[in-house]
């Protein structure tokens, strides 16, 4: 086994809160991911140099910035391993979306290299990796539908039935960088917890909702067009995508199309529970 080529999926966030901010400046979530079918693909191929090389990679995206190579440095580090490895990404996500895009493609990175370089890790020591590097990273590894809490690491499976949704994006350069709408003045960081309660598909809210539209204002354009088909609409994390939840196949690519027509990037897309790398490490 040299050559793994492997899923990276997308993730919606169901809610998302903000419910406090700690003295370091890292902010307290509340929220709920699922996958949906939308997915990058990774491919990894084994050096036995120890080099880590990202090749022919996508547009904005180098080997100093990329989120995959951060995490095969992060467990070739953890390991002690002498082994490389070269990253080829094919991006299905868009960038800037609030998908958990480069955060997917970390975890697959992590969990495909548990497996082609034989580390043998468990799921809680990659989920330790996982944590630097980004806060939906450790949800990707954990790898189920789940109630997210403190700043990523705190996660809860939950059963949420399956779903065909609309996942839209206003498209290319219209995305929201998460950084600065967690800086943005306007956000509110005192929602109210909802870790005591039952978990719906309408439960909540998100909180980043109206500071994402105003850093992008194609992502409110994009909320207004969906919500002419009246379906349930919510933003996926900081933005700039949106989700409806559709009655049925047939629906969800009927807006999916529609919204195409109007100049939009949209997708039917269908949620699931688990991650189809899940298998890929031991729980303990």
């Known amino acids: 086994m040299v050559t793994l080529r492997l899923p990276a999926p997308a993730k919606i966030n169901t809610f998302l809160h903000v419910v406090g901010r ?20 990774v491919t990894l191929t084994r050096r036995d140099d120890g080099a880590i090389r990202l090749v022919n990679p996508p547009a904005g995206i180098t080997e100093a910035n990329d989120l995959a190579c951060r995490a095969a440095r992060a467990l070739q580090l953890a390991t002690g391993t002498t082994l490389g490895v070269e990253i080829e990404l094919s991006k299905r ?31 809680p020591t990659l989920m330790t990796i996982a944590l630097p590097l980004g806060a939906d990273v450790p949800f990707f590894v954990y790898g189920r539908a789940a109630l997210v809490s403190g700043i990523g690491e705190r996660l809860r499976s939950v059963h ?3 779903r065909w ?11 929201v960088a998460t950084a600065q709408a967690f800086q943005h003045p306007d956000l509110r960081r005192n929602t109210a917890s909802v870790l005591d309660r039952r978990i719906k598909w309408a439960s909540g809210a998100n909180t980043m909702q109206t500071v994402a539209e105003q850093i992008q ?8 067009q969906m919500e002419l088909s009246q379906y349930p609409l919510r933003m ?5 995508a949106y989700f409806a939840v559709a009655p049925g196949y047939a629906s969800a690519q009927r807006l999916a199309a529609e919204l195409r027509g109007d100049g939009f990037d949209a997708w039917a897309v269908r949620s699931s529970e688990c991650h189809p790398l899940r298998h890929f490490a031991k729980d303990c």
């Open 236 to 240: 996926s994390g900081s933005g700039s």
């Open 22 to 41: 700690r003295d370091d400046g890292y902010h307290l979530l509340e929220s709920v991911m699922v996958f949906v079918s939308l997915a990058d693909t």
């Open 165 to 175: 949704l609309v996942l839209a994006h206003p498209g290319s350069g219209a995305g």
């Open 93 to 123: 996500i868009p960038q800037g979306a609030g998908l958990g895009g480069g955060s997917s493609d970390a975890a697959t990175t992590l969990l495909g290299l548990n497996r082609l370089w034989k580390t043998d890790l468990s799921r």
């Open 217 to 224: 204002p194609e992502a409110k354009r994009l909320r207004e």
């Open 160 to 162: 949420l039935a399956q």
